[in-house]
């Protein structure tokens, strides 16, 4: 199973921040959360990742809270373009860091 | 930007017939991957492939699966007999000396 929840749908206006959250309790010291994103039925994008720090890159953000429990990620201006299945992933420290996916968050954003 | 290919896009196949999916993972990269998404539901890991070897495979990455990269660039996915149930999309992914997995387009296969 997943190690993480998110929730399955969210909306958000176009030219706003769109801000996804997503929890993670059982997150190992160790484990990165990675966040992706599915437009379609294409490849899993990827968008940003983070070990303990919030991390910024030019797509969006990621805070991560200093519990590791949660993180949020922030896309600051929602385009149409924006609108996919967002996923968040806790890489699953095997050795082989095999992706474990959950069901995500579709993102509509809205003109 | 260097990124993970895929071919065919498209493979619409009879049932019992062998399917081969090929993968050109980004070069340098050392960790390759198989996922597959049946329609409408969750990308599932099907194997890892490691120093050309299989690291690790899934419940569903039974005996009429296997993997290969023959000639140090492609990587590809074989499915000796192929049921209706294997239609699905088919991403393959590969992974460097960092944490992240970069996805190719995906092979939309359709058993009939």
Known sequence: ?111 | EPEVTQTPSHQVTQMGQEVILRCVPISNHLYFYWYRQILGQKVEFLVSFYNNEISEKSEIFDDQFSVERPDGSNFTLKIRSTKLEDSAMYFCASKGTGETQYFGPGTRLLVL
Not at chain 1, 17 to 23: D, I, R, V
């Open chain 1, 1 to 111: 199973d997943a190690k993480t929840t998110q929730p399955p749908s969210m909306d958000c206006a176009e030219g706003r921040a769109a801000n996804l959250p997503c929890n993670h309790s059982t997150i190992s010291g160790n484990e990165y959360v990675y966040w992706y994103r599915q437009i379609h039925s294409q490849g899993p994008q990827y968008i940003i990742h983070g070990l303990k720090n919030n991390e910024t890159n030019e797509m969006a953000s990621l805070i991560i809270t200093e519990d590791r429990k949660s993180s949020t990620l922030i896309l600051p201006h929602a385009t149409l373009r924006d609108t996919a299945v967002y996923y968040c992933i806790v890489s699953y420290n095997s050795g082989t860091y095999k992706y474990i996916f959950g069901t995500g968050t579709r993102l509509k954003v809205l003109a």
